[in-house]
Structures are given as structure tokens and as C-alpha cells.
């Protein structure tokens, strides 16, 4: 699996965490920033992440920022992305199989490091239930 990676100032630690762990599991990442707790705007980096994923260079992105919301605006602006804002596994889980979401969003500021990475752990093993009723909802979106 290859995941594009990116987050703001307010993500930055919960972001460099994650890495080290999904690189633990093989996982190809690729890192669009930043690269420091300083100042930043998060548009800079979630908008090229979703780019990425949708233009399916990436199979999945995972985006940070303090809230986790900013990111999810930005990614779900690209066409082709269904970014949710995962706040427990509950929605991750959901997100996957109801939505097929293809970036998950963070709040870094929210999460500890072990709510994150069980929220990672379920939305990277939850596979797009593939459902009509959700399947027809997503055609409508793309619409």
C-alpha cells in the first residue's frame, strides 16, 4: 500500500509519529510536509496529498492538522476525494465501508499517538463495502 502523508504546524508531531509506524508495516509513504512545528497554512499541504490520491499515484493519504477539520475541507474540494475527519474508530470503520473515503483526517491536537494509530489500523483494514445503496450514493457525488 502507498499512503501520501502531509500536515500543518498543528499536526506536525502526531504526523512524524504515524510514519514511523505505517514504515514499520512496510508501507510506502511519501511525505508532502512540512517539516517543523512553525507557523504554516494547512491548504499547502492537504491540497497536494489529495491531488496525489486522486489522480491515484497514492492508494490512500492521511492528512493532519490540529482539528483535523481544515484538512478535510481542503481535501474534499479535489474531485475524486472523500476525506473524512476521523475522531474514533467508530467513524473510521463507517467511513470505509459506507463511504470508501480514500484520505483520512486527523486532529492532532485531539489525539494521542494510540487513539491515532487505532483509528489508522481500522481504516486501513476496512475494506469499501461495496453495498448498492453505497455505491449509488458515491455516483452521486461524482456527479
Known amino acids: 500500500m502507498t499512503i501520501a502523508i502531509g500536515s500543518d504546524h498543528g499536526g ?3 504526523k512524524e509519529e504515524i510514519k514511523k509506524y505505517l514504515l514499520k508495516d512496510n508501507v510506502e509513504i511519501k511525505d508532502f510536509g512540512t517539516n517543523s512545528e512553525e507557523s504554516c497554512d494547512y491548504a499547502d499541504f ?3 496529498v489529495a491531488l496525489e490520491v486522486a489522480k491515484n ?3 490512500r493519504g492521511i492528512l493532519v492538522c490540529g482539528s483535523g477539520v481544515g484538512v478535510t475541507i481542503t481535501a474534499n474540494r479535489v474531485k475524486g476525494i472523500r476525506a473524512v475527519n476521523a475522531y474514533n474508530e467508530d467513524i473510521a470503520k463507517q467511513s470505509r ?3 470508501d473515503c480514500n484520505v483520512l ?3 492532532g491536537r485531539y489525539l494521542s499517538f494510540n ?5 489508522i489500523d481500522v481504516w486501513l483494514n476496512t475494506p469499501f ?4 445503496r453505497h455505491v ?8
Open 46 to 48: 492537504a491540497y497536494p
Open 136 to 143: 449509488r450514493r458515491i455516483k452521486k457525488i461524482d456527479q
Open 97 to 99: 465501508e459506507h463511504g
Open 129 to 132: 463495502s461495496n453495498d448498492e
Open 105 to 107: 483526517c486527523l486532529g
Open 12 to 14: 506536525f508531531k502526531l
Open 115 to 119: 487513539q491515532a494509530k487505532k483509528i
Open 57 to 59: 499515484n497514492f492508494d
